[in-house]
Each structure stands twice: as structure tokens, then as C-alpha cells.
């Protein structure tokens, strides 16, 4: 059985194949002997700044468990806070757990494009057939869950709670998933200020009966970053998007080649009762000019078998409803239905629009 939180001097205590670390001591201990243990309590750690909690390299069939309140210094540098990697590793948040990133300290309104340095939170390279679930992250600095390389992967009922960076929180981003095969996160909450999910590379990917608020939605993308720079199909289904920017969006980067396909939206509600209008931007919006010049969309990224299927809901009073900036050729075969939109403006300079069921501006 896991036993109870040491004292700081004790910091790690075996028992059978169970270990328990905490304090200001455990975070260090945990790397050190985390092959030892086939559970790992990580029970109200304070991390240093400028260290990482590191479990990568576990034994295989691995579980971790966060307990009560762990707490990441601050310190200006990239990160990542946290660091997991293995196979049938299974982590998890116990009641009331807290992962701490201290965000207020670092936020500045300039997120990762300058100001201070702020790192990365939780990392999971090469993390296969696992699970993660019930973890409440808490003022991350900037990006919450990147997750690479993994195959396999579960991800129930996750909370990122960035909402006390309203006012200079910037790339909050909650789940950045690339180079990734087999992605399933479902009952995730998320208040941030970027991206609620961002799919750069990978497939076989879904995220359901979610709910997204004060960031940049749902987004495929941006696509051209990566060595390889393929998504195929992911699904986002059953979920809510409150008060974003924008909440169905596929960015693809100005001159990148690269395929977006088979990518389906499904019973996406849009809440945008009371937005800031100047924050509001689209409902649904699908550019081929990131980062180059707006209006002048590039063709290098195809994006084929784009579903919407009962996208409704309200956006801000300013925003465009629905807008589309393909490059010549570059989109083809999107079907879509129920897209009603019932607030915000029509675009008047879509451009290359294809046809597909209820597809317009």
C-alpha cells in the first residue's frame, strides 16, 4: 500500500514495491529512484526553480500519483516543468490535487514571443499505450500538455485553470499535440488564453465531450512547423466553446507544403455571450496565409475531407462567422451541415471556397 507523506528529511520511503517522495526534498529523489518503484506518490512536492520533475525512462506498467498540491518555483527558463516518458505507464491526480505553476509570476502579456522566459509545463515524449487522468493544472507559464511521440494514448479528465491570466496570460495553450498516432482525451476542462488543443502532426486523433473557454479553440494547426507536416484524422466532438477568440479553426503556414485531411467537427457549440468584442475574431475560420500576409493564401498544404456537422452557437458581436482563405486548389472535397452561426457578420472576402453541402461565408 502507499504509505504517508515523509518527513522532509525522510524524503523517500519504500514499501514493497511503493515509494512515496514529498517536500522540498522528493522532486530529486523521485528521478533518482523512480526505476525502483513500480508506484510513485508524489505527495505536495516543491520543485525548484530551474529543475525539472523528471520521470522519464520508467519501468514499463508504472503508475504515479499526485497528491495535494505540488508547487514549481520560479525561475526564467524553458522548462519543461514536468517530464514523463515510458510504456503502460499510468498517471493520475488524486482528490484535490493542484500542479502549481506559479503563472502570475512569469505573465507579462508577451507569452513565449518575449518579456521573461517562461517554460514549458508538462511534457510526455514517447509516452505509450498510458494513460493520464484527473491531473488539475493551475497558472501554467505558458503551454500546458505537449504531447510528442506518444502512441496510444489516453487522456480523461484533465483540468487546465489558467483563468487568473485573463489580462497578460499569452500561449497558455492547454494541449499541443505533435508527431503523435492514437490520441483519445475526453472530459477535459480548460480556462486559458491560446489554443485549447492545437494538432500539428499526427493522426488518429480525438477529443470529446470537452469544454474550452477564453482561448483560441479548437485548432488544427499551424501546419508547416514540423519535420513532417501531416494530420489525418481527428475528430473534436460534444464539446463547448466559450467566449474565444475563435472556436473551429485550421491554420496552415504561408509557403509550408504538407496534408490536412479527414478532419471532422461534430456537435460544437459556440458560446459567445459575453465576449469582448475586440477579443472575438471568427466562429469557424480556415487560413492558408499564418504568419505570411493575410488575404494572400498559399496552396502547399492540401486540406481535403473537412467535416462540420452541427456547429451552432453565437460568436461576438464583431466577429466573422464562418471565414475561408484557401489557396488556389489546395482545399477540396468538405461536406458540411448544421453550421448555423447565429450572431457576428459575414465575410465578404472568402477566397477559394470549395463546394461541400453547407460550405459559404
Known amino acids: 500500500m502507499v504509505t504517508s507523506a515523509p518527513r522532509l528529511e525522510d524524503a523517500v520511503v519504500p514499501r514493497a514495491d511503493a515509494c512515496?517522495?514529498?517536500?522540498?526534498?522528493?522532486?530529486?529523489?523521485?528521478?533518482?529512484?523512480?526505476?525502483?518503484?513500480?508506484?510513485?506518490?508524489?505527495?505536495?512536492?516543491?520543485?525548484?526553480?530551474?529543475?525539472?520533475?523528471?520521470?522519464?525512462?520508467?519501468?514499463?506498467?508504472?503508475?504515479?500519483?499526485?497528491?495535494?498540491?505540488?508547487?514549481?518555483?520560479y525561475a526564467e527558463w524553458e522548462g519543461s516543468l514536468f517530464s514523463?516518458?515510458?510504456?503502460?505507464?499510468?498517471?493520475?491526480g488524486a482528490e484535490g490535487n493542484v500542479l502549481d505553476g506559479q503563472g502570475t509570476l512569469y505573465w507579462d502579456g508577451k507569452g513565449g514571443s518575449g518579456g521573461v522566459t517562461k517554460p514549458k509545463f508538462f511534457k510526455a515524449n514517447h509516452l505509450n499505450d498510458s494513460v493520464l487522468e484527473g491531473i488539475t493544472i493551475r497558472n501554467a507559464p505558458k503551454n500546458s500538455f505537449s504531447l510528442n511521440y506518444v502512441y496510444n494514448l489516453t487522456?480523461?479528465?484533465?483540468?487546465?485553470?489558467?483563468?487568473?491570466?485573463?489580462?497578460?496570460g499569452k500561449n497558455t495553450d492547454a494541449f499541443n499535440i505533435?508527431?503523435?498516432?492514437?490520441?483519445?482525451?475526453?472530459?477535459?476542462?480548460?480556462?486559458?488564453?491560446?489554443?485549447?488543443?492545437?494538432?500539428?502532426?499526427?493522426?488518429?486523433?480525438?477529443?470529446?465531450?470537452?469544454?474550452?473557454?477564453?482561448?483560441h479553440g479548437?485548432?488544427?494547426?499551424?501546419?508547416?512547423?514540423?519535420?513532417?507536416?501531416?494530420?489525418?484524422n481527428v475528430t473534436f466532438a460534444d464539446t463547448t466553446v466559450q467566449e474565444s477568440q475563435q472556436s473551429v479553426r485550421i491554420k496552415t503556414i504561408s509557403g509550408a507544403t504538407g496534408s490536412v485531411q479527414n478532419i471532422t467537427y461534430r456537435n460544437i457549440f459556440l458560446d459567445g455571450v459575453g465576449v469582448d468584442t475586440?477579443?472575438?475574431?471568427?466562429?469557424?475560420?480556415?487560413?492558408?496565409?499564418?504568419g505570411g500576409d493575410k488575404g494572400k493564401p498559399t496552396n502547399?498544404?492540401?486540406?481535403?475531407?473537412?467535416v462540420l456537422q452541427n456547429v451552432t452557437g453565437t460568436v461576438g458581436n464583431d466577429?466573422?462567422?464562418?471565414?475561408?482563405?484557401?489557396?488556389?486548389?489546395?482545399?477540396?472535397?468538405?461536406?458540411?451541415?448544421?453550421?448555423?452561426?447565429?450572431?457576428?457578420?459575414?465575410?465578404?472576402?472568402?477566397?477559394?471556397?470549395?463546394?461541400?453541402?453547407d460550405v459559404s461565408c
Open 84 to 92: 514523463v516518458s515510458g510504456n503502460n505507464i499510468t498517471i493520475r
Open 218 to 232: 479548437l485548432s488544427i494547426g499551424s501546419i508547416g512547423g514540423q519535420t513532417v507536416n501531416v494530420v489525418s
Open 178 to 215: 505533435n508527431n503523435a498516432d492514437g490520441v483519445v482525451i475526453t472530459g477535459a476542462k480548460v480556462w486559458n488564453q491560446d489554443d485549447c488543443v492545437a494538432v500539428n502532426s499526427g493522426k488518429n486523433i480525438y477529443f470529446g465531450s470537452g469544454f474550452c473557454s477564453g482561448g
Open 155 to 168: 487522456v480523461r479528465d484533465i483540468t487546465v485553470d489558467d483563468r487568473d491570466g485573463e489580462s497578460l
Open 278 to 290: 475586440d477579443y472575438s475574431d471568427y466562429g469557424v475560420v480556415v487560413t492558408q496565409s499564418y
Open 300 to 306: 502547399g498544404v492540401t486540406i481535403t475531407g473537412f
Open 319 to 357: 466577429a466573422l462567422q464562418v471565414y475561408i482563405e484557401c489557396g488556389v486548389g489546395s482545399c477540396s472535397d468538405w461536406s458540411w451541415s448544421g453550421v448555423n452561426i447565429t450572431s457576428g457578420k459575414r465575410s465578404s472576402s472568402c477566397q477559394n471556397v470549395p463546394s461541400g453541402g
Open 20 to 73: 512515496t517522495f514529498s517536500g522540498s526534498l522528493g522532486y530529486s529523489s523521485a528521478s533518482v529512484s523512480k526505476t525502483s518503484c513500480s508506484t510513485i506518490v508524489l505527495s505536495s512536492l516543491q520543485v525548484p526553480g530551474g529543475e525539472t520533475l523528471d520521470l522519464e525512462g520508467l519501468n514499463d506498467g508504472t503508475t504515479v500519483v499526485f497528491e495535494g498540491t505540488t508547487v514549481f518555483g
